[in-house]
């Protein structure tokens, strides 16, 4: 890197830092400019050359992260439509608070381009972005909507290559791209005095090979021959019918949950009749459709209905619901658990989607594990019982988590299908789990009501086609208000609907049982980043260490 780079003024760093939150978050949906995501860090890269320590290189990481989330994800305070104070508080929190977790890729980046020189930096950024991305979506305190490689969605060659890596080789080579960029661009405005040095020109074409590989590897993927016949007339395939019921997700914990499950019953028949014979095997209704807990005892006339109309119209269902568990020893109940009044009772709420089908079997369910910190659980809420206050109002909040992982088998045609519900589709290591167990297909319930037209449904959309994509999978996608469609296993969507619009869809899609890399694998590349940036930090500490050590030794001398 050249070192004639002109000194520059603390308000130059300032624009720089807020151009890399811009072209950062304009790489995000429904921005259709994921590229910009390659060149993101350019500039603060750039802002950050020539100043020393630490804590005011992350000032700079700070304002670039402020105005990345400020427009990424802006929608997370509902401002639009103001319905919920609580909402707006938490969404500025998010906003204001979440990009200080940036301070530990860029902070160990700095610490180490002072111990162990800005080459070896550059080198190791991409490692260590991905291990912080990596082990960020690990904790109950987890974010993982804003990982870098979320951004490239709308270009499906580009992503074709997770099916190795998962998305954090999209990061991994997002990160390279920039850091490539980065040095390319000092070293051209070196060379403007004279001819390419051949190092330059060897620069410039590595990074060009990097930035196509992704597309020619799609492309090839995406032809005829390379994706095949992904037409709906798999023999071992599934019909699915999918009930876009666009019911207020305000008003439905305020009304009356019968008319709620009534109205569903009705849109449920509505679709039956419109598809005749071609009826759907599985029908699907959204993340808690109604405000009705159908497995418990004191709905048992609910569940005998549903399984009356489900014989008579001879399909499924995959339902939404709140699931209320008792604890028979109070005892042995979790310390989040809740407490009945004026008895000793505990118990707890889930967030949870049962499989209902004509038969005498009882319902299978499964509780959602990956909560919204705060909007739906308090992060280590048995260890925080004190936080419990922070919890949101809207519906029961305060949800426990559920037990484990479930694959759910359809009697009649013998599929074996995972639901995920909303935010769950943000974690690739935790989906791709189901599909180890023997998922031949997802579901996706959500609600995606909460935010108007604002991007929250639109990148809540797009990170489904990722989890499609890494383990080959048919995604079959219900939200309340909208988008609801299928996702084949390239990708690509079908029929996607409009939000806030009432829809009822019926699409066959098929099974798969092979397991992609990335599926029998996991998280290998996010892990070993991880580890790699503990060593990287180790090096730079060893090498601090050392300093230090021949410091006070030549002071002795």
Partial sequence: MSDDVPELKRWHRILLAVCSGVLLGLSFPPFHLGFLAAVGLVPLLVALQGVSGIRVPLRYVYLAMLVFHAIAINWTGGFVHGNDPYMMIAGTATILIHPFFYYLPMGVFLFVRRRLGVARALFFLPFLWVGYEYSHSLSEWSFPWLTLGNSQTYDLAKIQFIEYTGVWGLSFWLIALNVLLYELCFRVIADLRSTWRSSTKVLAAITVVLALLPS????????????GDVAQDDPRGVTIGIIQSN?????????????????????????????????PDIVLWP??????????AQNGPVLASIKEHLAAWNTSLLTGLPHKVIYPDSLRA????RKEKFSSTRYDWYN????????????????????????????????????????????IGGWQIGPDTTVFEHARSGARFSTIICYESTYPGFIA????????????????????????????????????????RWIARCAVGGISCTIDPYGRAHGATELFTQRLLSSRIARNTELTFYTRHGDLLGELCLWLSVVVLGAGLGQAFLSRKRSLAWQQQ
Avoid: C
Wanted: glycine share 6%; hydrophobic share 45%.
């Fill in 334 to 337: 979790p310390k989040s658990a």
């Fill in 247 to 279: 019911v207020d997700p305000w008003d439905k914990w305020k009304a009356n949950g019968f008319e709620t499950h009534a109205l569903y019953m009705d849109l449920t028949k509505r679709l039956i009749d419109s598809v005749g014979a071609a009826r």
């Fill in 216 to 227: 020619v590897h799609g492309l090839i993927v995406l032809s005829p021959a390379g994706s």
């Fill in 287 to 296: 993340e808690t459709a109604a405000p009705l807990d159908v497995l418990g």
């Fill in 433 to 472: 789990e189901f599909v180890r167990r023997g998922a031949e297909f997802l579901t996706l319930i959500t609600i995606d009501s909460w935010w108007d037209h604002m991007s929250g449904a639109y990148q809540h959309q797009q990170i489904a086609v990722l989890r499609a994509v890494e383990n080959r």
């Fill in 352 to 395: 949870a989607a049962a499989f209902i089908q004509p038969d005498s079997v009882p319902p299978a369910w499964y509780g959602k594990m990956k909560m919204v910190p705060f909007a739906e659980r308090i992060p280590y809420a048995d260890m925080f019982q004190a936080l419990d206050f922070l919890r949101w109002d809207v519906g």
